[in-house]
């Protein structure tokens, strides 16, 4: 089974560093989990998105802080949701000193959608299509596209003008021998809503005899792409 990643990339799967290709190339067949740690330089947002922002914290989408040097994890699994499809986890812990905020995430590749939906959030409420393109820098480069809200038999599309657009980049820095992340969500409005950047160390670890833990899984599960 090929990794959601390599499914979107196809042959630009090999322009990525072979370090990326190792964080973005496994599958559930792998019985492994990338963990990451590190630090995130700097951490922002814009205040007139404090609300909804503080919203978003409920279902750890995003929050309204703001910070330097804040310890940061991320974990990787995959897996196969209850619907068959191959899963992976974006669990992100960012370590403040008033507390501990999440930004949680699950992503599937969609063969209707000919590409990766992302479902953010701890209940998958909000599906959205992601670009996915290798960067000159051997990194991988993530673009978010429309976006869609489903709650029980409710199901529509987001107005462009109400939703940020996220840039996403992850890159191997062979000179300080680190992950390297850039997260940037502008309005196509209003502007720059939430940033972060930073580095971090990744380490593999079997998930073949202890399986996946519940606390990266979603509290329920979305079926609509």
Partial sequence: MTSIYEQ????????????????????????????GEGTMDEIWYARWAKLPLQIGTVRHIMFPERGLHIPFRIENYAYLDR?????????????FPSGIRRFDAT??????????????????????????????????????????????WLGFR??????GTADVCEWYDDRHQTYRIR??????????????????????????????????????EEARV
């Avoid at 979107?8 to 963990?35: M, N, T, W, Y």
């Avoid at 160390?201 to 079997?206: D, H, I, V």
Wanted: positive net charge; proline residues 5%; contains cysteine.
């Fill in 83 to 95: 619907y068959g499809r191959e899963t992976v986890t974006w669990c992100r812990s960012f370590h």
């Fill in 183 to 220: 997260v940037d969500v502008l309005n196509p409005l209003f502007g720059p809503v939430f940033r972060y950047r930073g580095s971090f160390q990744a380490r593999f670890l079997s998930t073949r005899d202890s399986g996946i833990p519940s606390h990266v899984k979603p509290q329920r």
């Fill in 8 to 35: 979107a990339l196809g042959p630009e799967f090999r322009k990525l560093h072979p370090k990326i290709q190792e964080r973005f190339g496994f599958s559930s067949k792998d019985k492994v989990a990338s963990i």
């Fill in 158 to 163: 987001f107005p462009a003008g109400l939703t």
């Fill in 107 to 152: 992503m599937i590749y969609s063969h209707e959608r000919n590409g990766i939906v992302d479902y953010l959030g701890n209940k998958q409420h909000l599906a959205v299509d992601l670009e996915v393109s290798a960067g000159g820098n051997g990194g991988i480069n993530i673009r978010s596209g429309e976006q869609r809200f489903y709650e029980g």
